[in-house]
């Protein structure tokens, strides 16, 4: 997969070379570029902002750096992928974009190539967006509801959670199945030995061998867990059926 971002922070990208990630770039199985907004500037203070038309507080991001920064992602990405006519899928970061979720990470694996746009002060010039949407899809796509200060911290997280699932990432395919929000409940809690600590004991179902009663009793957790602190995933279209009973005798 190819992954191109562009932000005014590079630095703020610098965590995708680390652990999985940066061992998936290493293998090529994730091609990430990170493009400063600043190098599509043509002034000698390298301006990226300015106020907003109609008045109002902070600072809006000019549209012709950011066009002159997608057409060189666009460039770029076609001879990385070595198909000319290629264009990325762009996932715009904002507050007031579509919530990402495990089921869009899954979607986003499967393209060949993503960009990301990372707006910092009030936003980008709406014509930026509107532009590349002429051209390419594009998405807003948001972390959630509160307010980050730009997009970089949303690519990490994105980037993160999208590539995990790429072929060859995670080692074991299997860790990916039983996750929180693969099935839309969340995990059951995990222990590990000793089995008795500060006057804790793990849970005794865990040390009977009782493979069944081990996977209602989680199952039982997933449920109660989900109630407690996401009872909005247990609407009734999510709900997923419990493990089978073992067989009598
Ligand atoms: Cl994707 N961007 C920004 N700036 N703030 C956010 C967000 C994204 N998601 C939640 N808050």
Redesign the pocket.
């Known amino acids: 997969m190819r992954v191109d971002v562009v932000s005014i922070f590079p630095a703020y990208l610098e965590p995708l070379q680390l652990s999985l990630i940066g061992k998936a770039r290493e293998q090529a199985l994730l091609d990430l570029a990170v493009h400063d907004l600043r190098d599509f500037t043509h002034d000698r203070h390298r301006t990226v902002d300015d106020t907003p038309y109609g008045g109002g507080p902070g600072m809006v991001m000019r549209p012709e750096p950011w066009g002159a920064a997608l057409d060189h992602v666009e460039a770029a990405g076609r001879t990385a992928l070595d198909r000319p006519d290629a264009s990325p899928y762009l996932l715009v ?3 007031s ?1 579509t919530p990402f979720t495990q089921a869009m990470a899954h979607q986003l694996a499967d393209e060949p190539w993503l960009a990301f746009a990372c ?1 910092r002060y009030e936003g980008i010039d709406e014509r930026v967006v509107e532009d590349a949407a002429s051209r390419w899809r594009v998405t807003p ?11 970089e911290v ?1 690519v990490l997280a994105i980037v993160e959670a999208v590539a995990r699932l790429l072929p060859g990432v995670v080692g074991n395919a299997e860790s990916l199945v039983e996750e929180s929000h693969e099935d839309g409940l969340l995990e059951y809690p995990v222990y590990t030995k000793p089995a008795s600590w500060r006057g804790r004991d793990v849970p005794d179902v865990l040390l009977s061998g009782h493979h069944g009663a081990i996977a209602r009793w989680r199952h039982e957790q997933r449920l109660a867990r989900t109630a407690s602190r996401r009872p909005d995933l247990l609407d009734p279209s999510a709900r997923i059926s419990p493990p089978p009973n073992p067989d009598p005798g």
Do not use: E, F, K, Q
């Not at 948001?142 to 997009?151: A, E, I, P, Q």
């Open positions: 970061p904002s507050p974009g707006g796509i948001s972390l959630g509801d509160y307010v980050l200060n730009g997009g949303a």
